[in-house]
């Protein structure tokens, strides 16, 4: 690594600057974790890498587009699209020219819960790289005319997606099971609505919610702590201690055991059925996820992948997954499947649903998940950037600075009887919300609810 | 995630399209190693110790390019049917197999060839790879999977394209774009020849292009060329070579005709326009042309301070998004994309008429030369993160070798951009940017019978 101290030199700290806590090592010697405190007290989870000289940071403030006020749909949004059209005394093409010439990428993104962000850039550009993410993050523009162009452009994006039957999907189930809880709001905000964004409200999210109490970091790449300490401090010291959070209400599901039809022109329909899920922070996560891989997240072998795509050609792919937000947690699975294929799938689906819960898994079918998903971990650590945004989720999500030793055994001592027991704990069948988008037998599908696709888009692009 | 360019994705990636560099010390992109053993197998390897880990590729070096006439989608129906069963092990799924070594696997198919890649534990390569090897001989095709799989690949099909009037678009610009070359006919294939693919087909497909002497491995992980040829010999070394036809592709006749392409779908809200003009790829031109279209298409719609975002968006606001990007990593011709979200207030005529007016200044006043350096800054700069990764750089290198291109070209990318002029840049610019040259795309809503109001 080539760092010297003249390229830091924005910086004032003291020499010792950042401490290194503990580390934790996973087997096989894949990565070394270190927990990295900055002079002001700033903590970030670090994995040097020095075979490339690239840096990747992750970074991620708890509060989300949940933190959007109401009318004001599509802040937190808006927001991740400003922070790099300008920043401290340069304004947007100056600092997208600065970016583009380094070949700094620079990114944000905002989700339920949180606002995350990242940052790659080369060694040899690392001073300039981090100099410009703490002018985004502490001294955002917001000019008129960077907030006029990037909400035309969000609008523009708003127009592509609504016709999308992913989208249509997640918005006809958002308003069924989660009716008006903030997370069934429309997370980019609507035409309606972005227009009512400005300087204030946009810089009023930012400062509720960009602080150092609700903050976490991961880096890797060609660093050493002591100088991520003080790019920690130069980056993130100057944030206030503590954010000002909106609460987001506890949530139970609604509408378990309907169907719901979106009506869309097209060769296939989108079908997801989706029912409650289970905790992340729940012990028998582990065993759901071995559950999980079996049943179909696992692609060839899952038991899905095997009725509907291999032995009956239905479609091109099923999945299965567990999903979480802070405060609701789904089972669901989800496949694109021609009209007339949708009637078989949902009866195969259930159909599996209810064995596995009746009779779990074989041992043959534990082993092989538990030797794949122990097996595959350590694949992920393949760049720095997805380095980086591990150790971001493992801190997001609270699984541990242990998380990554952990793990491997936890999910290797799952025992098939586990698996039974979660299975039939967690799979409900009855309680499956099915949502299909496209134009399936309506007879066969026998839909408790049909949403015209114009009312959906029209609502969602209405400008009142 | 904000993404200027998000308005579309065509087609398959930009092989080295970003990539990087250092300043003023422009560097080689990878240092390779490689062999070839007496079947003819070429192999490279590119060493990588972040993590324990290997991502192993055989590259066959025929696609969808090569399909016999009224046979569209059989390269890539067998890419699907390699997943089942061999003679050794008829009951074998592939993906299960190597789940069960704690891996991922997957393959594509692109017109020029036919990539499987695993990615697992370095000690686990030796078992992928005869694995593997095992599927290039002896494959055994199954007549009833052989129907269920079609099934899926026209499922697959209604998925990517049928389903998405972007893609369709797509599809469309390219039948219309390549009047000879078989670059117009979909990978995936046409639907009505795709329903009567058949086991024949995919056993003479298979028999005769599927040969070491017709493949490539890369290697990228952790691992040496020195520790990883005598387990390749292993896997691979007894497979004899075969003759394999030579690649015929019809070449495409000059165009004099000025071509737009309209879609129109009733799921369409949001507008698009794009164009693409027919270029170099890497391997089609010992010249530097490919070089100097990599550059002049950053120069001109890169980034969001490029000219083109600069006046469509930025200055006029026509346009909610607006760029232009090269496509040089097919074997016989490359293609250099421009495209534009038109704003809520503008039809597409006169967001065309704009492009029309922004190129021809390019045109006539060339690119600024402190642009030119700026972007080769910045491609050379990119580069590095092509490093950064096992996948990544394995993809790059099968590519470009399975359409022809040589390791030194491969590694020395970053030194030939650097040498790029202005004046390179605007030669191909005025060779390429012409109106005859460049077909037109406008995806619409149902309402919209024509592109002015």
Same mark, same amino acid.
């Given at each position: 690594?080539?760092?010297?101290?003249?390229?830091?030199?924005? /910086?004032?700290?003291?020499?010792? *600057?950042?401490?290194?806590?503990?580390?934790?090592?996973?087997?096989?010697?894949?990565?070394?974790?270190?927990?990295?405190?900055?002079?002001?007290?700033?903590?970030?989870?670090?994995?040097?890498?020095?075979?490339?000289?690239?840096?990747?940071?992750?970074?991620?403030?708890?509060?989300?587009?949940?933190?959007?006020?109401?009318?004001?749909?599509?802040?937190?949004?808006?927001?991740?699209?400003?922070?790099?059209?300008? *920043?401290?005394?340069?304004?947007?093409?100056?600092?997208?020219?600065?970016?583009?010439?380094?070949?700094?990428?620079?990114?944000?993104?905002?989700?339920?819960?949180?606002?995350?962000?990242?940052?790659? @850039?080369?060694?040899?550009?690392?001073?300039?790289?981090?100099?410009?993410?703490?002018?985004?993050?502490?001294?955002?523009?917001?000019?008129?005319?960077?907030?006029?162009?990037?909400?035309?452009?969000?609008?523009?994006?708003?127009?592509?997606?609504?016709?999308?039957?992913?989208?249509?999907?997640?918005?006809?189930?958002?308003?069924?099971?989660?009716?008006?809880?903030?997370?069934?709001?429309?997370?980019?905000?609507? &035409?309606?609505?972005?227009?009512?964004?400005?300087?204030?409200?946009?810089?009023?999210?930012?400062?509720?919610?960009?602080?150092?109490?609700?903050?976490?970091?991961?880096?890797?790449?060609?660093?050493?702590?002591?100088?991520?300490?003080?790019?920690?401090?130069?980056?993130?010291?100057?944030?206030?201690?503590?954010?000002?959070?909106?609460?987001? &209400?506890? /949530?139970? /599901?609604?509408?378990?055991?309907?169907?719901?039809?979106?009506?869309?022109?097209?060769?296939?329909?989108?079908?997801?059925?989706?029912?409650?899920?289970?905790?992340?922070?729940?012990?028998?996560?582990?065993?759901?996820?071995?559950?999980?891989?079996?049943?179909?997240?696992?692609?060839?072998?899952?038991?899905?992948?095997?009725?509907?795509?291999?032995?009956?050609?239905?479609?091109?792919?099923?999945?299965?997954?567990?999903?979480?937000?802070?405060?609701?947690?789904?089972?669901?699975?989800?496949?694109?499947?021609?009209?007339?294929?949708?009637?078989?799938?949902?009866?195969?689906?259930?159909?599996?649903?209810?064995?596995?819960?009746?009779?779990?898994?074989?041992?043959?079918?534990?082993?092989?998940?538990? @030797?794949?998903?122990?097996?595959?971990?350590?694949?992920?650590?393949?760049?720095?950037?997805?380095?980086?945004?591990?150790?971001?989720?493992?801190?997001?999500?609270?699984?541990?600075?242990?998380?990554?030793?952990?793990?491997?055994?936890?999910?290797?001592?799952? @025992?098939?009887?586990?698996?039974?027991?979660?299975?039939?704990?967690?799979?409900?069948?009855?309680?499956?919300? @099915?949502?299909?988008?496209?134009?399936?037998?309506?007879?066969? /599908?026998?839909?408790?609810?049909?949403?015209?696709?114009?009312?959906?888009?029209?609502?969602?692009? *209405?400008?009142? | 995630?904000?993404?200027?360019?998000?308005?579309?994705?065509l087609g %398959?990636?930009?092989?080295?399209?970003?990539?990087?560099? #250092?300043?003023?010390?422009?560097?080689?992109?990878?240092?390779?190693?490689?062999?070839?053993?007496?079947?003819?197998?070429?192999?490279?390897?590119?060493?990588? $110790?972040?993590?324990?880990?290997? %991502? $192993?590729?055989?590259?066959?070096?025929?696609g969808a390019a !090569?399909e016999?006439p009224?046979?569209s989608?059989?390269? $890539?129906?067998?890419?699907?049917?390699?997943?089942?069963?061999?003679? %050794?092990?008829?009951?074998?799924?592939?993906?299960?197999?190597?789940?069960?070594?704690?891996?991922?696997?997957?393959?594509?198919?692109?017109w020029d060839?036919?990539?499987? $890649?695993?990615?697992?534990?370095?000690?686990?390569?030796?078992?992928?790879?005869?694995?593997?090897?095992?599927?290039?001989?002896?494959?055994?095709?199954?007549?009833?999977?052989?129907?269920?799989?079609?099934? +899926?690949?026209?499922?697959?099909?209604?998925?990517?394209?049928? =389903?998405?009037?972007?893609?369709?678009?797509g599809e469309q610009m390219a039948a219309a774009r390549y009047r000879n070359h078989p670059y117009g006919i979909p990978i995936?294939?046409w639907?009505?020849?795709?329903?009567?693919? =058949?086991?024949?087909?995919?056993?003479?497909?298979?028999?005769?292009?599927?040969?070491?002497?017709?493949?490539?491995?890369?290697? =990228?992980? !952790?691992?040496?060329?020195?520790?990883?040829?005598?387990?390749?010999?292993?896997?691979?070394?007894?497979?004899?070579?075969?003759?394999?036809?030579?690649?015929?592709r019809p070449s495409e006749p000059p165009v004099?005709a000025?071509t737009?392409i309209?879609?129109?779908?009733?799921? +369409?809200?949001?507008?698009?326009?794009?164009?693409i003009y027919r270029v170099?790829s890497?391997?089609s031109?010992?010249?530097?042309?490919?070089?100097?279209?990599? +550059?002049?298409?950053?120069?001109?719609?890169?980034?969001?301070?490029?000219?083109?975002?600069?006046?469509?968006?930025?200055?006029?606001?026509?346009?909610?998004?607006?760029?232009?990007?090269?496509s040089?990593?097919n074997r016989d011709y490359g293609r250099?994309?421009?495209?534009?979200?038109?704003?809520?207030?503008?039809?597409?005529?006169?967001?065309?008429?704009?492009?029309? !007016?922004?190129?021809?200044?390019?045109?006539?006043?060339?690119? !600024?030369?402190?642009?030119?350096?700026?972007?080769?800054?910045?491609?050379?700069?990119?580069?590095?993160?092509?490093?950064?990764?096992?996948?990544?750089?394995?993809?790059?290198?099968?590519?470009?070798?399975?359409?022809?291109?040589?390791?030194?070209?491969?590694?020395?990318?970053?030194?030939?951009?650097?040498?790029?002029?202005?004046?390179?840049?605007?030669?191909? #610019?005025?060779?390429?940017?012409?109106?005859?040259n460049g077909l %037109?795309g406008?995806?619409?809503?149902? =309402?919209?019978?024509?592109?002015?109001?």
């Amino acid at each position: 690594m080539s760092t010297t101290a003249s390229r830091w030199a924005w /910086l004032i700290a003291p020499l010792l *600057a950042a401490v290194l806590l503990f580390a934790s090592v996973l087997p096989a010697r894949a990565v070394e974790i270190q927990r990295i405190v900055s002079p002001m007290g700033i903590e970030a989870w670090l994995v040097e890498v020095d075979e490339v000289p690239v840096i990747s940071m992750s970074f991620g403030f708890r509060g989300g587009t949940t933190q959007d006020e109401p009318g004001h749909e599509g802040t937190a949004f808006l927001t991740s699209y400003l922070l790099d059209e300008g *920043a401290g005394d340069r304004d947007s093409q100056t600092f997208q020219g600065l970016l583009a010439d380094a070949a700094v990428e620079l990114r944000f993104r905002a989700g339920y819960d949180t606002f995350t962000g990242s940052m790659r @850039t080369t060694v040899g550009n690392a001073d300039l790289a981090f100099e410009l993410l703490a002018d985004a993050l502490n001294q955002p523009r917001f000019d008129q005319d960077a907030i006029d162009r990037m909400r035309a452009a969000l609008t523009s994006e708003i127009r592509r997606r609504v016709a999308n039957p992913g989208w249509l999907s997640t918005r006809a189930y958002y308003d069924l099971a989660l009716g008006d809880h903030p997370y069934s709001r429309s997370s980019r905000g609507t &035409p309606a609505t972005l227009p009512t964004i400005d300087r204030a409200v946009l810089q009023s999210f930012v400062d509720r919610t960009f602080a150092k109490d609700n903050l976490v970091i991961g880096v890797a790449g060609s660093i050493d702590a002591e100088t991520l300490g003080q790019v920690l401090d130069h980056v993130f010291g100057g944030l206030p201690d503590q954010s000002t959070l909106r609460e987001v &209400p506890e /949530l139970s /599901l609604a509408g378990a055991g309907q169907t719901i039809l979106v009506e869309r022109e097209g060769p296939q329909s989108t079908l997801t059925m989706t029912q409650h899920g289970i905790e992340r922070s729940d012990p028998d996560i582990y065993a759901a996820s071995v559950m999980n891989y079996i049943l179909g997240g696992g692609s060839f072998g899952s038991r899905l992948t095997d009725e509907v795509r291999v032995n009956r050609g239905l479609t091109y792919g099923i999945s299965t997954g567990l999903s979480h937000l802070r405060q609701a947690d789904f089972y669901g699975v989800d496949s694109d499947l021609s009209n007339e294929n949708v009637a078989e799938a949902i009866e195969v689906i259930r159909q599996q649903w209810r064995s596995m819960a009746e009779d779990g898994p074989t041992q043959m079918e534990v082993d092989d998940a538990i @030797t794949y998903l122990t097996g595959s971990f350590p694949l992920q650590f393949s760049s720095t950037e997805n380095v980086a945004r591990i150790l971001l989720a493992m801190q997001l999500y609270d699984l541990g600075f242990d998380y990554l030793d952990l793990y491997t055994n936890r999910i290797s001592s799952v @025992t098939r009887e586990d698996v039974a027991r979660v299975a039939g704990e967690l799979l409900d069948e009855p309680a499956l919300t @099915t949502v299909v988008v496209g134009s399936p037998d309506v007879e066969a /599908l026998a839909p408790d609810t049909i949403i015209p696709y114009d009312s959906l888009v029209n609502r969602e692009l *209405a400008i009142n | 995630m904000k993404n200027f360019g998000a308005a579309m994705v065509l087609g %398959t990636g930009l092989l080295l399209s970003v990539p990087t560099a #250092a300043s003023d010390d422009v560097q080689r992109l990878f240092d390779l190693d490689s062999f070839t053993l007496d079947n003819g197998l070429e192999v490279v390897v590119i060493e990588n $110790h972040t993590a324990p880990i290997v %991502t $192993h590729m055989i590259w066959y070096r025929v696609g969808a390019a !090569d399909e016999p006439p009224g046979q569209s989608g059989i390269a $890539h129906f067998l890419e699907h049917m390699m997943f089942k069963g061999t003679t %050794t092990d008829p009951d074998r799924d592939f993906s299960e197999e190597i789940s069960r070594q704690g891996g991922n696997d997957n393959a594509f198919t692109s017109w020029d060839y036919t990539a499987y $890649h695993q990615t697992v534990a370095v000690e686990r390569l030796p078992i992928v790879m005869a694995l593997e090897a095992d599927r290039m001989r002896n494959l055994a095709l199954d007549p009833a999977e052989v129907l269920t799989e079609r099934d +899926v690949i026209i499922e697959e099909r209604r998925q990517r394209t049928d =389903s998405s009037p972007s893609a369709r678009l797509g599809e469309q610009m390219a039948a219309a774009r390549y009047r000879n070359h078989p670059y117009g006919i979909p990978i995936i294939g046409w639907e009505h020849e795709m329903e009567t693919l =058949s086991i024949e087909q995919l056993a003479d497909f298979y028999d005769t292009w599927y040969a070491p002497n017709n493949a490539i491995v890369v290697i =990228s992980g !952790d691992i040496t060329a020195e520790e990883a040829r005598p387990l390749v010999e292993a896997a691979y070394g007894d497979i004899e070579a075969r003759p394999v036809p030579e690649r015929v592709r019809p070449s495409e006749p000059p165009v004099d005709a000025v071509t737009t392409i309209s879609l129109s779908d009733p799921t +369409v809200n949001q507008p698009q326009w794009r164009r693409i003009y027919r270029v170099p790829s890497y391997s089609s031109t010992d010249s530097n042309e490919p070089y100097a279209l990599q +550059v002049m298409a950053e120069v001109l719609g890169g980034t969001t301070t490029s000219p083109l975002y600069r006046s469509l968006v930025l200055e006029q606001q026509l346009a909610t998004s607006a760029g232009a990007f090269y496509s040089g990593d097919n074997r016989d011709y490359g293609r250099l994309f421009l495209f534009a979200s038109p704003a809520p207030e503008t039809d597409l005529a006169t967001l065309e008429q704009a492009l029309d !007016d922004l190129v021809a200044e390019f045109l006539s006043e060339g690119p !600024d030369p402190d642009d030119v350096a700026a972007a080769k800054r910045r491609l050379t700069t990119a580069a590095t993160y092509a490093r950064d990764g096992f996948f990544e750089p394995a993809r790059i290198v099968g590519a470009a070798l399975s359409n022809g291109e040589s390791l030194e070209a491969i590694e020395e990318w970053p030194l030939r951009i650097a040498a790029v002029t202005a004046e390179e840049t605007l030669d191909v #610019a005025i060779g390429y940017l012409r109106p005859e040259n460049g077909l %037109t795309g406008y995806l619409l809503p149902e =309402s919209v019978s024509e592109i002015a109001q």
